[in-house]
Structures are given as C-alpha cells and as structure tokens.
C-alpha cells in the first residue's frame, strides 16, 4: 500500500491553486449575468406578465429538474452543433452561458421572494404619487428587496464557484482539470484531493465568513 506522501501535496499545491483566479473570474462573470436574468424572471413572475410568464415558469422548470451536467452537455455538444453560430464556441463561453442561465432559474425564485417581503403597499402609493411603474420598483421595492435577497444570492455565487468544477469535463482548464492531470502524470490520486478538496473548503469558508458579515451589516441598518 503506497504511503501518503506530505511532500507530494506542496509539490502539486502551486500547480492547481493557480487556478484559482480564473475559477473566481468564471464564478462573477456568471454570477453577474445569473444576476440580472434571474431579476428579470423574477419581476416576471412577480407581476404575471402575459406569455412571459407561462415561459418563465417552463424555463425555470427545466432547469431546477434537470441535472448541471446534463444541461452543460446538452448545449455544448448538443445545441452548439446544431446551432451555426455557436460551433466555434469556447469552452469557456459554454461554461459561462449554462451555468448563468441554470443559476438564473434558482436566483429568480429567490428575488420574487425578497420582492414579496416589501410590503406592496408602498409600490402602490408611489404610483398613486405620479412615479412610473418601473421608478418605483428601482427607487422603493428593489433597494428594500436587496437586503432580504443578499443571504441567498451569497449562497448561489458560493455554488457557482463549486459548480466551475464541472467545466473540466468539456476541457475547460481549470484547478480540477489541473489536479487530473497531475494525477495522470504521477498517479498519487489522495494527495491530489486532498489538496483540491483543501482549496475549495478554505475559499467557501472564506466566501461564507464574509456572507455573514455583510449580513450582519446590512441587518444592522435596518
């Protein structure tokens, strides 16, 4: 039986770890478009818009009952092959489209949910004041809706981070696509993991510790 070998884990650590940073890039960037679709399903569903929302509810369905690996599969070796203009796509870009439009699905039920804790009596008396429909959801509902909606939106960036390990599985270079290779190089397959698995756990404890914090924060003004 192989021995565990301590100095194998500082050999390999540098090797995965400078990973990290384009996983974080990959994580916002996602994070950032997730954002803003999951807003726009949201006020969809919020305010029952016609057609969009017999949509949405299909949209959010598929990707809430259909496994991350599935749906990565499916558009990048699936739809990009059928779709002219998506044949040339990076992994990169692959990565990026599915896992906004699958975090997307779950934010948006997050954000109706912080829609639905401001009180609507006061998004009806601004438009009993003369403000447009949309200035009163940016200037009364959505700033109030933000604080209820920043504990779960933290929780969806800290899965997207973990879920960008998926992306090696349509080579897309990343620290768990670093850590096979090594491990194919030198076969020591619990050091490797050992030191992969170190990482994430520190970064989401990390992730996590400040989650709290801004919590905290935005409670206490409040």
Known sequence: MPEFQFDYLFEVFPKIIKFLPFTFELALVSMVFATILGLILALIRQYRVKV???LSAIYISYFRGVPFIAQLFLFYYGVSQIVPF???MTPVTGM???LSTNAAAFMAESIRGALNSVDKGQYEAALAVGMKPIEALRRIVVPQAVRVAVPAL?????????????G????LKDMMAAASIEISLGF??????VVLVAIYWSIV???????SKLEKRLNAAY
């Not at 020591?188 to 993991?193: D, G, L, T």
């Open 96 to 98: 990026v489209v599915v």
């Open 52 to 54: 969009l929302y017999q």
């Open 205 to 211: 404890s990390i992730l996590s510790f400040f989650q």
């Open 188 to 193: 020591r397959n619990f050091e490797v993991y």
């Open 154 to 166: 933290s929780n969806s960036f800290i899965d997207l981070f973990k879920t960008t390990s998926m």
């Open 168 to 171: 090696f599985t349509i080579g």
């Open 86 to 88: 998506l044949q040339s």
